[in-house]
């Protein structure tokens, strides 16, 4: 059974990645402002893996708002970088091009942390795998570090340096910004890590 994982190119994806070797990882530029960055460090994580690296253009902007986008926030949202209905747009996306790959497992990174978001749940991968094993093409969606924080699954993973310093986890730049939630995420997790 083929399996393929949701690559960001942040800590996380790039930690699951390095764990669970599928044979696909799916990178989106739905529009964000850090696309490229965030290509960048798949591709290079895809390399190193030898997984078959499958990137989707898909502008969704025009429906995106906040940080990732460097605008407001509309007024729904519980954070600046909050995109709506962003992980079920990304999943379904991949899901798309995976189910003419003979995938049935897709993979997503979401982590403990993520829960501060409702669609970074277990509950709410729960329902949307559900959704996607409902319908034709079977393809179940999985978070297999849900219960882990970042720290715990680059640990477990024992990804090596040289791959997790290709992570990208800014959400307002090509270039980490050093001031969004993105980069706090990532500076928590590397002194949790590091000690630094």
Known sequence: MSSGILLSGGIDSIALAYWKRPKFAFTLDYG???????????????????????????DCSSVGSGD????????VSPSTEWWPYRNQLLVTL???????LGVKNLM????????FHKDGTSTFYNLLNEVMSY???????????????????VKISAV???????????????????????????RQVMYELKGE
């Open 68 to 75: 990732l986008l460097n605008t407001d926030a509309i007024d």
């Open 108 to 115: 997503v990174a979401s982590v403990k942390s993520d829960g």
């Open 135 to 153: 319908q034709e093409g079977n393809i179940n969606v999985t978070c297999p570090a849900i219960d882990l924080t970042s720290a715990e699954l």
């Open 94 to 100: 991949a899901a798309m091009r995976a189910i003419s």
């Open 160 to 186: 090596p340096d040289s791959l997790l310093f290709w992570a990208h986890s800014c959400h307002k730049s090509n270039t980490p910004c050093g001031n969004c939630r993105g980069c706090n995420k990532y």
């Open 32 to 58: 964000q402002t850090p696309s490229l960055a965030e290509l960048r460090a798949s591709s290079e994580i895809c390399k190193a893996l030898g997984i078959e690296h499958q990137i989707i253009n898909v």
